[in-house]
């Protein structure tokens, strides 16, 4: 492991605080290091593992589609791009998809998306958005700077420009900011890096209701909380609304970088056009080979169904926790999405965590965040629940 993390020192950029562990392997919701050390996964990889490592059904249909062809670009089509893009579209309830690499390139195609069909509506550029405070939407500029917390974006000024800040879940201040020129709304449905805070219904139902009065395009960031995470496929569905784009990431890929944003066709058909646009590896056939079929897992598996059955005893298992020890502030979330808030930073218990071998990580200073596969099982949750327990007693 020093070897490694000498080399990775060396010779890797420094923009993460790495923690001094060697991932080799994995094996369902099991993590090894290069010491054979084993890992319970109640991280996966940020919201990403949602179908668990070595899945062999998985791993074959990648196999197969290297066997064929990884890249086309484009110019061309492509049969898994065309078959996974009629499948996203039919679970996202959307006409359109676009694919990307990532979930922050997904925020910029959304953001494009929106200022071109205000564009086109009165030939002006000097259009708003409205994004959320303590939202995170990624480090490329047009992500950061719909990114609601002033730290990540303070080096990096002065972004695209035009964007307002809301607060999260109070309507009278997203009304505050709308004008003739707000183009757009865009929040994470529930927010993650900002701490784990699901929308309030009478807020998400209230900013849709706006929106569809003034013409304003609603964006809903699903890269975390979406793909059956919080107990529905997308997490707006709870909510009963519907957005005019959405962005899709982490767990819609089980590993393989792949991210999108897809809109309605009334968006579609009066937006973006050819040369708007583009990508050179989005949509090829090799990521999207693992979007079709972690789509056809979804629906043989019924892993939504899944996460909503089991969601009770996580949330069992944390508010135990919270009971027993007065230094957690609040339990929240939304299915496998949680979260523990302590009157304290948290590092050190997650580095007692993974002592005890458990991996979880943290929504901001002071938060843990618990998102595990979506494949886990009862016995894990107790299993998290006890080495949990292990590492809050002695941090």
Not at 152 to 178: C, H, M, Q, W
């Amino acid at each position: 492991m020093k070897d490694y993390k000498k080399l990775g020192d060396e010779y890797i950029l420094h923009t993460y605080n790495r923690y001094p562990i060697v991932l080799e392997r994995g094996e369902g919701v099991k993590l090894y290091d290069d010491k054979g050390k084993e890992y319970l996964d109640f991280a996966a990889g940020i919201a990403v593992y949602a179908l668990g490592y070595g899945n062999k059904e998985f791993n074959d249909a990648l196999k197969a589609q290297i066997d064929k062809i990884m890249h086309t670009s484009n110019l061309y089509y492509n049969e898994p791009a065309c078959e996974a893009a009629k499948e996203l579209c039919d679970v996202a309830k959307m006409d359109r998809v676009f694919f990307t690499n990532s979930g922050t390139e997904a925020i910029e195609g959304a953001i494009k998306t929106a200022r071109k069909y205000a564009y086109l509506k009165d030939g002006s550029t000097d259009h708003n958005i409205i994004a959320m405070e303590s939202s995170f939407h990624g480090r490329s500029m047009g992500a950061l700077s719909v990114t609601g917390n002033a730290h990540y974006r303070e080096a990096f000024e002065p972004g695209i420009g035009n964007v307002k800040f809301a607060t999260y879940n109070d309507l009278g201040s997203v009304e505050r900011l709308t004008d003739e020129k707000t183009c757009a709304v865009i929040m994470e449905t529930v927010q993650g890096e900002g701490g784990i805070h699901p929308a309030e219904e009478e807020f998400i139902r209230g900013v849709k209701k706006l929106c569809d009065e003034k013409g304003i395009l609603l964006i809903l960031d699903e890269i975390q909380c979406g793909m059956g995470r919080t107990g529905y496929m997308f997490a707006w569905e709870k909510y009963g609304v519907k957005p005019d784009v959405v962005t899709i990431a982490k767990a819609l890929g089980n590993g393989v970088p792949v991210g999108a944003f897809a809109m309605t066709s009334e968006v579609a058909d009066a937006s973006l056009v050819p040369g708007d646009h583009g990508t050179t590896y989005g949509g090829n056939p090799f990521a999207c080979a693992a979007v079709r079929e972690v789509l056809r897992q979804y629906e043989k598996r019924d892993i939504v169904s899944h996460v909503r059955e089991l969601t009770p005893a996580l949330e069992e298992a944390l508010d135990s926790l919270k009971d027993k020890y007065d230094f957690i502030k609040d339990r929240r979330g939304a299915g496998f999405m949680q979260a523990l808030e302590l009157d304290r930073p948290c590092a050190k218990v997650i580095s007692r965590a993974q002592e005890n071998g458990l991996l979880v990580i943290s929504a901001g200073a002071d938060t843990i965040r618990i998102v595990p596969p979506l494949i886990i099982s009862k016995g894990d949750i107790s299993d998290m629940r006890d080495r949990l327990d292990k590492a809050l007693s002695e941090s």
